[in-house]
């Protein structure tokens, strides 16, 4: 049983267009919500992460929306790159314990 | 920056085959992770150490256990392979102050 619901599976986006990943919860004990970023090959890398007690974050192009009524975050990418093209991860973090989403496969198209 | 160094990139074993895959972080982090890593299920937690010698399971550790006899090293242990075994195994080290959540590169692992 997924703790964390992320959408949509994969999604195709022109390079400059804007990417949009969403991932809902139900767990009220998550207090830590990351998302990573995956190559192929590679780990996953820590990308952004919020916390329950802010609606929004933003680094660079990556900004984290977050809506603790709805229980509900999500990831955009503002002016996608080629180099954006991988598997993004949302998560969320009880305790010590990381419950991650299913991953959306991104591809920017140039 | 932590590092977490998974021994071997790529593992073909036979079933039955009893297989330890190792991990090491080097920022003497308290806590590790064994996640596997499947397509359109995310990464699961396996089992996690909290100390020297602790460990808890996660969310599907049947057929898995583990080993932390150093704090700096985690081992994963597949008792009797099996081919539903065959996944991406990942690592991960997070500190007590619950900062820093990192990953090792990842073993693939193919039971045939």
């Known amino acids: 049983q997924q703790q964390v619901k992320q959408s949509p599976q994969s999604l195709i986006v022109q390079k400059g267009g804007i990417s949009i990943i969403n991932c809902a919860y139900e767990?009220?004990?998550?207090?830590?919500f990351p998302w990573y970023q995956q190559f192929p090959g590679k780990g996953p890398a820590l990308l952004i992460a919020?916390?329950?007690?802010?609606s929004e974050k933003k680094e660079g192009r990556f900004t984290i929306s977050f809506n603790k009524s709805a229980k509900q975050f999500s990831l955009h990418i503002m002016d996608s790159q080629p180099g954006d093209s991988a598997t993004y991860f949302c998560?969320?973090?009880?305790?010590?314990?990381?419950?991650f989403g299913a991953g959306t496969t991104v591809t920017v198209r140039a | 920056d932590v590092k977490v160094t998974q021994s071997s990139r790529y593992l073909v074993k036979r079933t039955g085959e009893k297989v330890f895959l190792e991990c090491v972080q080097d920022?003497?982090?308290?806590?590790m992770f064994w996640y596997r890593q499947d397509p359109g299920l995310g990464l699961r937690l396996i089992y996690f150490?909290?100390?020297?010698?602790?460990?808890e399971k996660g969310d599907i550790p049947e057929g898995y256990s583990v080993s932390r006899e150093k704090k700096e090293r985690f081992s994963l242990i597949l008792e009797s392979a099996s081919t539903n075994q065959t996944s991406m195994y990942l690592c991960?080290?997070?500190?007590?102050?619950?900062?820093?959540?990192?990953f090792g590169s990842g073993t693939r692992l193919t039971v045939v």
């Open positions: 998560a969320a973090l009880d305790d010590y314990k990381l419950s």
């Open positions: 767990n009220t004990a998550f207090d830590y």
């Open positions: 919020i916390r329950p007690d802010v």
């Open positions: 920022m003497d982090h308290e806590n």
């Open positions: 150490s909290y100390d020297v010698k602790m460990k």
């Open positions: 991960a080290s997070l500190a007590g102050n619950r900062v820093g959540y990192t």
